[in-house]
């Protein structure tokens, strides 16, 4: 068997990020969590295989499918634009377990203010932490604007659960389990705008085709997050929208009143089940390598393209997740 050929691609993913599908495939992959279970060894291994390939070095005995998994193992781990390695929960493959647990027990405990108040603030503690691991760009954040986001966007969390859980007392008890739901919506509105604050005071890196950078934009940044935070709350639907429907439905039926201690358990697990496809689903709603056409960026930097790069009508940047 020959030796492997330099000429594959692995900047970009495997499938084609032009249609939703090939996205989704991608996704899949990345949010595995069986990613979490690998080694400091194995994320080594991965990161030489990639980073030796991609210098024109093969390792002898590899198999495109082998790169392709070291690609993916290794992406998993290390951020795309600084190289460092990202915290284990703020990893995407760390999104469904997480989630998980956290949208369970928000989901269960949302009659008392003590465990409302609690369960929201570990919510954003951890997307703090997801936030920050996946923002776009190698621009540094100071510890003073990381403390500014987390407790601007945990109070915003806590103050909206408290003010719906207040105003549905004296409503229909299935509108009271839709409270999580908007305390998230509106606290991912506040945190991961104010996490990523960095990128929209200096911009996010903006390339051509061939990945050569071109400068840094404000309003690709905006346009970033935003399309960050319609797949976050776009997450968050089936688990916090239509699985308490479909709890509350369940809890009115003779066989969970006769056994009410299978209640916790099973929306544990529907809550895992509706995760391990809505996270990758929907993360492939907008590609992860965006692009925006140079006539709509900032005019310093559209001057800048059309002096150095006069062909370049549309550019790129990593979105972040």
Not at 144 to 168: F, N, P
Not at 240 to 252: A, F, G, T
């Amino acid at each position: 068997m020959g030796e492997l050929p330099l000429g594959i691609n692995i900047q970009e993913p495997r499938w084609d990020q032009g249609t939703f599908l090939g996205r989704a495939r991608h996704f899949f992959t990345v949010t595995d969590p069986r990613n979490l279970l690998l080694s400091g060894a194995q994320l080594e291994a991965a990161r030489n295989i990639v980073q030796n390939y991609r210098a024109g070095v093969v390792t002898p005995g590899l198999t495109e499918d082998q790169l392709w998994r070291a690609k993916y193992v290794y992406d998993s781990a290390f951020h795309p634009d600084t190289g460092e390695k990202m915290i284990l929960i703020g990893r995407m493959s760390a999104q469904v377990p997480m989630n998980m647990t956290i949208t369970s027990f928000m989901l269960t405990f949302y009659r008392q203010t003590p465990t409302v108040v609690f369960w929201q603030w570990v919510n954003q503690s951890f997307n703090a932490i997801v936030n920050y691991s996946n923002r776009s760009g190698d621009a540094p954040i100071t510890m003073r604007q990381l403390g500014t986001a987390y407790v601007s966007a945990t109070t915003g969390a806590v103050a909206t659960a408290l003010g719906l859980k207040s105003l549905t007392k004296h409503l229909p008890p299935l509108i009271g389990r839709f409270v999580p739901f908007a305390a998230v919506a509106a606290a991912n509105c506040i945190n991961i705008p104010l996490m990523r604050q960095r990128e929209l005071q200096v911009g996010i890196p903006v390339t051509d085709e061939a990945g050569q950078r071109l400068g840094h934009s404000v309003t690709a940044a905006k346009q970033g997050i935003f399309q960050v935070v319609i797949s976050r709350i776009g997450m968050a639907i089936p688990s916090m929208v239509v699985l308490p429907m479909i709890m509350d439905s369940l809890e009115k039926k003779d066989f969970l009143k006769r056994r009410p201690w299978l209640g916790a358990p099973l929306q544990v697990g529907l809550v895992g089940f509706c995760l391990v496809f809505a996270t990758p689903l929907c993360c492939a709603l907008f590609p992860q390598r965006s692009s925006i056409r140079v006539s709509s960026l900032e005019p310093e930097l559209r001057g800048q393209i059309s002096e150095h790069s006069p062909s370049t009508e549309v550019v790129y940047y990593n979105k972040g997740l």
